[in-house]
């Protein structure tokens, strides 16, 4: 997924948008969509648009704390003109483009949960990766990858934030117990692990990677060597409705992401790889 930085120096911005940032993080903090969309200048780059779905994000400049505030997709990337945000440059106009955040933190009121770039300085990253100059700065893949888990981690938030949201949470809310061993009785429907693995070899020598067949997802382009191999089998036919011992053909099998294995069998009856293909197209691309 091709990434971008966009910059933001709250001594510079146009007025009021700290606290609609803030206000932004809130919501989507309590699990709420924002009623709309938003934009971004795209500052020099006022020609060529961004990839469609890309990912962004949001760097804080200027004083400290600065680093990464958030991260969203560009659901259209298409640039488009509109009155500068500079009140100083009132009848100019300026490029943007719509944004759609993901995960958003108020700086000011948590500067320990901005994520410094620092870090991918020394990961051995060039120069404008940890020191972005523009908007539109390209990141490289692994660099972004890295940045969204590091921001993903810092951004959870705590106890007091959780009571903060909703004055009605109780303690007893915020924990849960496990660990005791509890002992189960359940029949196991046989499955023949040795067919599985024909079937991984048959779909990786014909068409060369195990990709699901619903959403074509490869565990290999996205984990790498961690995922080659990868994949889980889903039976066409429910075993829980065979009323016997029944000959399972290759055919009979599909390669699926545990993703979509767990969405096959949400809800009765299951539901057809056909099925899950149309609500996949069918539903529109969530904010979050």
Not at 39 to 54: L, Q, V
Not at 143 to 156: I, P, W, Y
Not at 266 to 281: C, M
Request: hydrophobic fraction near 35%.
């Amino acid at each position: 997924m091709p990434s971008f930085y966009f910059l933001w120096n709250p001594t510079k911005s146009r007025p009021g948008l700290s606290e609609e940032l803030g206000e932004e993080a809130r919501l989507l903090a309590a699990g709420k969509l924002p009623s709309d969309d938003g934009s971004w200048s795209t500052g020099s780059r006022t020609r060529k648009d961004f990839p469609p779905g890309s990912r962004f994000f949001l760097v804080r400049t200027g004083k400290e704390p600065r680093g990464v505030i958030g991260y969203g997709s560009l659901p259209t990337g298409k640039l488009w003109p509109g009155k500068h945000w500079d009140p100083r440059k009132a009848g100019q106009k300026a490029t943007y483009v719509d944004i759609d955040f993901e995960k958003l933190i108020d700086s000011e009121q948590h500067p320990k949960k901005v994520v410094s770039l620092k870090f991918l300085k020394e990961a051995g990253f060039e120069f404008l990766v940890w020191s972005p100059l523009s908007n539109g700065t390209d990141l490289p893949d692994e660099a972004a990858a890295q940045l969204k888990a590091r921001f993903d981690d810092s951004s959870a938030p705590t106890i007091e934030e959780l009571r903060e949201l909703d004055p009605n949470l109780e303690a007893k809310d915020l924990v849960g117990y496990e660990g005791r061993i509890l002992i189960k009785k359940h029949q196991i429907l046989e499955r023949n692990q040795a067919l599985v693995k024909k079937k991984k070899r048959a779909v990786l020598s014909t068409t060369g990677a195990l990709a699901c067949e619903v959403c074509r997802f490869d565990f290999l382009e996205t984990y790498a060597e961690l995922g080659r191999g990868f994949a889980e089998c889903h039976h066409l036919t429910p075993l829980a409705l065979l009323a016997e011992i029944t000959e399972t053909k290759l055919e009979d099998l599909a390669i699926v992401c545990a993703n979509c294995h767990r969405m096959l069998h949400r809800g009765k009856p299951w539901k057809t790889i056909a099925q899950l293909k149309d609500i996949l197209l069918a539903s529109p691309k969530p904010r979050r």
